[in-house]
């Protein structure tokens, strides 16, 4: 009986396309946005949960089957080309070009499941690498409705959801076309996208009505000197740890709208932890990584593993840390790391800007440290020089709070956070902890200091010009529908 149907349904497809009730090859919706479902995979299957779909060959430009709700599409790969099963029967002939199922009536809800998660709009598989490439064809406000709650939390400010909105917004347009086959990935190398599945919060209508309060607003750079203007590289982070970081700080481009600002507001991830008991948001904003002697040479190993150039330095010795501008001399505003040395018994071996944070694992360069060797401790100064420390009974420091905090003999750790350029433990080291603040690589927005700024009562427009423009509100950054 299905087998029946199957072939009822090509001979109606047959005569559909030629009196014209089926579009062969449906026109690029220009507001749409192709994300990266997967890729690597050799069979990739999907289910038809809302709405009708079109499935089709855009190599022949002539369709496959008409989808309905139930129907599941499995496609493998064979060598060069692909073949395709409905609901478990084989569908005839082969497929070496892109097969996409397109919904037939966008302005109604169609969703796709695909890997357990549901989707809005359409999806395209083809061959890339020797490996299928699956790939949500979505509008872009449908696409945000799945991003947004995911990125900076569903329980976010209205003022802090609509300031993701915009921002995330720009970031994909930023991207569009970039690649030829898509042009954003679904995880956290590009915005984390949780599909239609992410609706499904129950603060996902907040999100929904961010995105729709803002619908087609990005954020533009207007260039002075040449006098034009341009969508801006929107990239964001969790967490500044209370000052954000110029560009070529952290990656190697000097963009006017990606410099430091204070971000004082980061802190409010604690009083979300004091509140709800979320410990993960306590530690966006401060946070500590300890290492043993062994955890440190581990750590290295595997870095190895993975890295273009490796780290050769022999039994570990010591490290020193540069907290400097891209000349070389003048600090960071941030006091962020931007060159840590490791040194060793067979060299010395440095690591620039962001990819410190991937020796050992750190949520952000924005760090110092500290050390113990047998009963000797390194504390760096106010003024940058390091003093060991023999008994910690009579020393005292300054604590968050600018409060004046007494060390006894039972603390395992003292630090004191000088304005210094350069950190450099000193002594036989046996272990090594890393304290610090923020999470992620602290260029453009961070999102516990949005949070905190709507909060306090400032507008989307407001977070943005203050991340992206200093603050300055002079017309150099705005927001304008694309």
Same mark, same amino acid.
């Given at each position: 009986?299905?087998?029946?149907?199957?072939?009822?349904?090509?001979?109606?497809?047959?005569?559909?396309?030629?009196?014209?009730?089926?579009?062969?090859?449906?026109?690029?919706?220009?507001?749409?946005?192709?994300?990266?479902?997967?890729?690597?995979?050799?069979?990739?299957?999907?289910?038809?949960?809302?709405?009708?779909?079109?499935?089709?060959?855009?190599?022949?430009?002539?369709?496959?089957?008409?989808?309905?709700?139930?129907?599941?599409?499995?496609?493998?790969?064979?060598?060069?080309?692909?073949?395709?099963?409905?609901?478990?029967?084989?569908?005839?002939?082969?497929?070496?070009?892109?097969?996409?199922?397109?919904?037939?009536?966008?302005?109604?809800?169609? *969703?796709? &499941?695909?890997?357990?998660? %549901? #989707?809005?709009? +359409?999806?395209? @598989?083809?061959? /890339?690498? $020797?490996?299928?490439?699956?790939?949500?064809?979505?509008?872009?406000?449908?696409?945000?409705?799945?991003?947004?709650?995911?990125?900076?939390?569903?329980?976010?400010?209205?003022?802090?959801?609509?300031?993701?909105? *915009?921002? &995330?917004?720009?970031?994909? %347009? #930023?991207?569009? +076309?970039?690649? @030829?086959?898509? /042009?954003? $990935?679904?995880?956290?190398?590009?915005?984390?996208?949780?599909?239609?599945?992410?609706?499904?919060?129950?603060?996902?209508?907040?999100?929904?009505?961010?995105?729709?309060?803002?619908?087609?607003?990005?954020?533009?750079?207007?260039?002075?000197?040449?006098?034009?203007?341009?969508?801006?590289?929107?990239?964001?982070?969790?967490?500044?740890?209370?000052?954000?970081?110029?560009?070529?700080?952290?990656?190697?481009?000097?963009?006017?709208?990606?410099?430091?600002?204070?971000?004082?507001?980061?802190?409010?991830?604690?009083?979300?932890?004091?509140?709800?008991?979320?410990?993960?948001?306590?530690?966006?904003?401060?946070?500590?990584?300890?290492?043993?002697?062994?955890?440190?040479?581990?750590?290295?190993?595997?870095?190895?593993?993975?890295?273009?150039?490796?780290?050769?330095?022999?039994?570990?010795?010591?490290?020193?840390?540069?907290?400097?501008?891209?000349?070389?001399?003048?600090?960071?505003?941030?006091?962020?790391?931007?060159?840590?040395?490791?040194?060793?018994?067979?060299?010395?071996?440095?690591?620039?800007?962001?990819?410190?944070?991937?020796?050992?694992?750190?949520?952000?360069?924005?760090?110092?440290?500290?050390?113990?060797?047998?009963?000797?401790?390194?504390?760096?100064?106010?003024?940058?020089?390091?003093?060991?420390?023999?008994?910690?009974?009579?020393?005292?420091?300054?604590?968050?709070?600018?409060?004046?905090?007494?060390?006894?003999?039972?603390?395992?750790?003292?630090?004191?956070?000088?304005?210094?350029?350069?950190?450099?433990?000193?002594?036989?080291?046996?272990?090594?902890?890393?304290?610090?603040?923020?999470?992620?690589?602290?260029?453009?927005?961070?999102?516990?200091?949005?949070?905190?700024?709507?909060?306090?009562?400032?507008?989307?427009?407001?977070?943005?010009?203050?991340?992206?423009?200093?603050?300055?509100?002079?017309?150099?950054?705005?927001?304008?529908?694309?």
């Amino acid at each position: 009986m299905r087998k029946n149907i199957i072939k009822l349904m090509l001979i109606f497809l047959f005569v559909a396309v030629f009196f014209g009730e089926i579009p062969v090859l449906q026109a690029k919706n220009e507001d749409n946005i192709r994300v990266c479902l997967s890729q690597g995979t050799y069979s990739a299957v999907f289910k038809i949960v809302h709405g009708k779909y079109t499935f089709q060959d855009t190599g022949t430009r002539l369709p496959i089957a008409v989808l309905t709700p139930g129907d599941t599409v499995s496609v493998n790969q064979a060598g060069k080309i692909l073949t395709i099963s409905i609901n478990g029967i084989e569908m005839p002939g082969s497929y070496s070009g892109v097969l996409s199922a397109v919904p037939e009536d966008e302005r109604k809800l169609n *969703v796709f &499941s695909y890997n357990n998660t %549901l #989707y809005r709009d +359409g999806i395209t @598989l083809n061959i /890339d690498s $020797g490996s299928i490439l699956v790939v949500n064809d979505i509008d872009i406000e449908h696409y945000l409705y799945g991003v947004v709650g995911q990125e900076i939390g569903y329980t976010a400010p209205e003022e802090a959801l609509k300031a993701q909105a *915009v921002v &995330s917004r720009t970031f994909a %347009l #930023y991207h569009k +076309g970039r690649n @030829l086959k898509y /042009d954003i $990935g679904k995880d956290t190398s590009a915005q984390l996208y949780g599909g239609y599945s992410a609706e499904q919060n129950i603060n996902g209508q907040k999100v929904i009505d961010a995105v729709d309060d803002t619908r087609g607003k990005v954020i533009f750079y207007h260039n002075n000197e040449t006098g034009k203007s341009e969508i801006i590289q929107a990239v964001f982070h969790s967490n500044a740890g209370g000052y954000t970081e110029n560009s070529e700080n952290v990656w190697n481009e000097a963009l006017p709208y990606l410099r430091a600002v204070p971000s004082k507001e980061d802190k409010i991830a604690e009083t979300y932890f004091y509140e709800t008991g979320e410990a993960w948001s306590a530690s966006c904003y401060r946070w500590e990584k300890s290492f043993t002697l062994a955890q440190i040479h581990e750590a290295i190993q595997n870095y190895n593993l993975k890295a273009s150039t490796p780290i050769r330095i022999g039994e570990f010795k010591s490290i020193n840390l540069y907290r400097v501008n891209r000349d070389g001399v003048t600090p960071t505003l941030s006091g962020r790391v931007t060159r840590m040395e490791l040194v060793g018994s067979a060299g010395t071996a440095n690591i620039y800007r962001d990819n410190i944070r991937s020796v050992f694992g750190l949520k952000s360069t924005k760090f110092d440290i500290v050390t113990k060797g047998g009963s000797q401790w390194a504390v760096r100064g106010g003024d940058g020089k390091v003093s060991s420390v023999e008994n910690l009974d009579s020393l005292s420091v300054i604590d968050g709070e600018l409060n004046l905090v007494r060390l006894n003999n039972s603390e395992e750790m003292c630090q004191v956070i000088g304005e210094s350029g350069k950190s450099k433990l000193t002594g036989d080291i046996s272990g090594i902890t890393f304290i610090g603040q923020g999470y992620g690589h602290g260029v453009g927005m961070s999102q516990w200091g949005a949070r905190g700024m709507a909060q306090k009562g400032y507008d989307y427009k407001e977070i943005i010009d203050h991340y992206y423009n200093q603050g300055r509100d002079d017309g150099t950054v705005s927001v304008e529908r694309y």
